[in-house]
């Protein structure tokens, strides 16, 4: 499956931006969808996973509670809607695909596909 993320941008903090990330392939709704992040001179970091039918999501606690990923298996596209942006979630943004049968939250350890980032910069 090829991944291509958009939607990002530069935004003041306390902001919001939605990210998307579109799909290639009929086979979308077989995997699993994530979301990671890196900062510059820091690793990649896990943001946000979501099960194949969108029933199940789990996060990394630095964005709890202030960003949502949701997904339309129509469309074959996975989005991040991130509220009260603070500069630290600065970062080239990145979605992910696994089809592997495991815990929605052992997806921050790895996947089978990585799509090609976008960046957000969130201005103090």
Do not use: H
């Not at 935004?11 to 994530?34: E, I, N």
């Amino acid at each position: 499956v090829q991944l291509q993320a958009s939607g990002g941008g530069l935004v003041q903090a306390g902001g919001s931006l939605r990210l998307s990330c579109a799909a290639s392939g009929r086979t979308f709704r077989y995997y699993d969808m994530g979301w990671f992040r890196q900062a510059p001179g820091k690793v990649r970091e896990f943001v946000a996973a979501i099960s194949r039918s969108g029933s199940s999501t789990y996060y990394g606690d630095p964005v709890k509670g202030r960003f949502t990923i949701a997904r339309d298996n129509a469309k074959n596209t996975v989005y991040l809607l991130m509220n009260s942006l603070k500069p630290e979630d600065t970062a080239e943004y990145y979605c992910a695909a696994d089809g592997r049968m495991k815990p929605l939250g052992d997806m921050q350890y790895g996947v089978d596909y990585w799509g090609k980032g976008t960046q957000v910069t969130v201005s103090s």
